[in-house]
T-cell receptor
Framework: GEDVEQSLFLSVREGDSSVINCTYTDSSSTYLYWYKQEPGAGLQLLTYIFSNMDMKQDQRLTVLLNKKDKHLSLRIADTQTGDSAIYFCAEKGSGAGSYQLTFGKGTKLSVIP | EAGVAQSPRYKIIEKRQSVAFWCNPISGHATLYWYQQILGQGPKLLIQFQNNGVVDDSQLPKDRFSAERLKGVDSTLKIQPAKLEDSAVYLC?????????????????FGPGTRLTVL
């Protein structure tokens, strides 16, 4: 079945860039998403990318997609303490009825002041 | 626009007891999802409704879990009887996906979740 892998932890200094990586196995993925989860809260959609795109930029966020290697990354520029959270990568397949998202285990980002 | 609402936010029960969670999706959203998020894991889909019909419940433990969305709006998820391994956060999400329509990203919007502890 589909699988999404992420590194579990990332620590960066405030003001530096953060890069969170994700790999997935479903080559038929149509959309890939990044969600942010703060303690005690639900998931907040940060950004998404369609599978025929290589890059998407949205303010401080840059998403890179290497479809050949099935590798997705999220770059956060000028990381702030408010960016400390768990970041989930998720992919959606293309099969009939494949509405569900498959999530990774999440990367906990810690920002050091 | 109001977000996805869930209640209660926290629930503590003993094993073998029953529990129910409630979700009110974003107004007008046809599709509703229930996810289970065990500590340290990503969310796992339990069941998906489109309007009041079940689209996918392949990962729902049907011997103890049930869910309904009778009028195609609010939904309840029930566990009866609960086991220790059911301790998790139960997330509800909704999206605008409509049967036969053009779905685009079909972005899912999540509620704050209900944290269940089974003792």
């Amino acid at each position: 079945g589909e699988d999404v892998e992420q590194s579990l932890f990332l620590s960066v200094r405030e003001g530096d860039s953060s890069v969170i990586n994700c790999t997935y196995t479903d080559s038929s993925s149509t959309y890939l998403y990044w969600y942010k989860q703060e303690p005690g809260a639900g998931l907040q959609l940060l950004t998404y990318i369609f599978s025929n795109m290589d890059m998407k930029q949205d303010q401080r966020l840059t998403v890179l997609l290497n479809k050949k290697d099935k590798h997705l990354s999220l770059r956060i520029a000028d990381t702030q303490t408010g960016d400390s959270a768990i970041y989930f990568c998720a992919e959606k397949g293309s099969g009939a009825g494949s509405y569900q998202l498959t999530f990774g285990k999440g990367t906990k980002l810690s920002v050091i002041p | 626009e109001a977000g996805v609402a869930q209640s209660p936010r926290y629930k503590i029960i003993e094993k073998r007891q029953s529990v129910a969670f409630w979700c009110n999706p974003i107004s007008g959203h046809a599709t509703l999802y229930w996810y289970q998020q065990i500590l340290g894991q990503g969310p796992k889909l339990l069941i998906q409704f489109q309007n009041n019909g079940v689209v996918d419940d392949s990962q729902l433990p049907k011997d103890r879990f049930s869910a309904e969305r009778l009028k195609g709006v609010d939904s309840t998820l029930k566990i009866q009887p609960a086991k220790l391994e059911d301790s998790a956060v139960y997330l509800c999400a909704s999206s605008a996906r409509l049967a036969g329509g053009s779905f685009g990203t079909d972005t899912q919007y999540f509620g704050p979740g209900t944290r269940l502890t089974v003792l």
